[in-house]
């Protein structure tokens, strides 16, 4: 039960996670102190990217790296700012399920873990019973090695007429 519950919980935080990351790309451009904070993000991430690709395919990376210009930068880590909200939200959501697959999967083991033990302890219950029952059906074959086939007849009707006066 609490399974599916949580699933469309999920889904509705990420559902609810894309207009915020909007929200945020959109408020990112409009204060004037968090706007100069991101257009220097923007341009970090620009000159690392840039230097990236220039060595991935190869061409000079001691060249100068023009900067952005300043809506160029500003769309660009505002759009890294909500990505990056989107994204820790979802790997958020992940991880507190696998988390909780973790939890449900270990008290299933344990169960198993249990049964497992009483399965063994009835084993050697058992076990125990068995040699019991060994025990007496040679200490019977003794009896009745030692008063021979007439003392097997005694013993019955010695066992009958003890268990008649334990009875009454």
Not at 19 to 47: D, M, V, W, Y
Not at 60 to 68: D, G, H, Q, S, Y
């Amino acid at each position: 039960m609490i399974l599916p519950v949580f699933k469309l919980g999920t889904l509705a935080l990420k559902t609810l996670c894309k207009p915020i990351g909007k929200r945020i790309k959109k408020e990112a451009g409009l204060n004037p102190k968090f706007r100069q904070s991101i257009i220097n993000i923007a341009q970090a991430n620009h000159r690392f990217t840039t230097t990236l690709q220039r060595q991935i395919y190869g061409h000079a990376t001691n060249v100068a790296i023009r900067p952005l210009n300043e809506e160029k930068a500003v769309q660009a880590a505002a759009d890294l700012l909500g990505e990056l909200f989107v994204f820790s939200v979802a790997g958020t959501a992940v991880i507190f399920e696998v988390q909780s697959r973790s939890r449900a999967e270990a008290r299933k083991e344990e169960l198993r873990r249990k049964e497992l033990e009483a399965m063994k302890q009835r084993d050697e219950d058992l076990a125990r019973e068995v040699e019991l029952l060994k025990h007496r059906i040679a200490t019977l074959e003794q009896v009745a090695k030692d008063q021979g086939i007439g003392g097997i007849f005694n013993f019955k009707r010695a066992h009958n007429t003890e268990d008649k006066a334990i009875t009454a």
